[in-house]
């Protein structure tokens, strides 16, 4: 098992340095009427970590994310991987992996993620057993829980 956690280790400092999606979210056109998007910026008050971010949908098709923000390798890796794993959901599928990846990070190391489903994502599984950390892990999924709640227009 040493190895598979070195090797998390590992995919967790790439995700954090590589960071996809990562962008100066002040260089891309405004967000319009016409667009559906939202914005959602998080803190972690613990440590300090934030991110910033941008999710674009067409329809319920989450079409777009672009983040920013500071902080420890597993927020920036977290944000990376969201990004990789969203782009091309549709938001009830974005709601399901959320909420299986918000009861992992709860479980304290007794749910792992699951490789298939999560992708690079499954390499964050060991922060659970860090409450600490868990909040570094979750930053990103709660921005885009956020901004794609705020981002499907209301009818009535």
């Known amino acids: 098992m040493a190895g598979l956690d070195s090797l998390y280790q590992e995919l967790i400092l790439d995700h ?38 941008r ?34 959901t549709t938001t009830a599928e974005l709601a399901q992996l959320t909420e299986g990846f918000r009861e992992a990070m709860r479980s304290k190391g007794q749910l792992p993620l699951d490789e298939e489903r999560y992708g690079d994502a499954a390499a964050l599984s060991g922060v659970s057993k860090f409450t600490a950390r868990v909040k570094c892990a979750m930053l990103a999924w709660v921005a885009l829980e ?4 705020r981002a499907r227009p209301t009818t009535g």
């Open 55 to 88: 999710v674009t949908l067409d329809g319920e098709v989450v079409s777009d994310i672009a983040w920013e923000g500071l902080g420890c390798s597993i927020s920036q890796a977290s944000a990376s991987m969201l990004t990789d794993l969203a782009r091309g």
């Open 146 to 149: 956020d901004a794609t709640r």
């Open 16 to 53: 954090a340095k590589r960071r996809l999606g990562a962008t100066d979210l002040a260089e891309l056109p405004e967000l319009t009427e016409s667009t559906c998007g939202a914005t959602s910026h998080q803190r972690n008050p613990i440590c300090g970590d934030e991110i910033t971010l």
